[in-house]
C-alpha cells in the first residue's frame, strides 16, 4: 500500500468519494489505473509528510517538529 496525493476527486470501489488534494492509500494496482486516468500525477507513489507537495520526494521533510522527545527533570 502506498499514500498518494489525488490530483481530482475519485470514488473508490466502496463508493467513498475522495476529494482532489486529499492523501488515500492505495495497492498498486489501484495507484496504476489512478496514474494512467490522471487522477493523481503519473511517478506521484509517494507522501512528502505533512505540507508536502505531493510526488513522494520526502527528501525535505525532517519528519514530525515541535517535540524534543521524552524529558525528565529527574538525573
Known sequence: MVYVRLEQD???????????GSSVDVDAATL????????????????DGPGGGGGGDDKDWAGPTGWAGPTSTQP
Request: proline content about 0%; charged content about 15%; aromatic content about 8%.
Open 10 to 20: 475519485w470514488t473508490d470501489g466502496q463508493g467513498t468519494t475522495h476529494h482532489a
Open 32 to 47: 496504476a489505473d489512478l496514474e494512467a486516468r490522471g487522477i493523481v500525477a503519473a511517478g506521484g507513489g509517494g507522501w
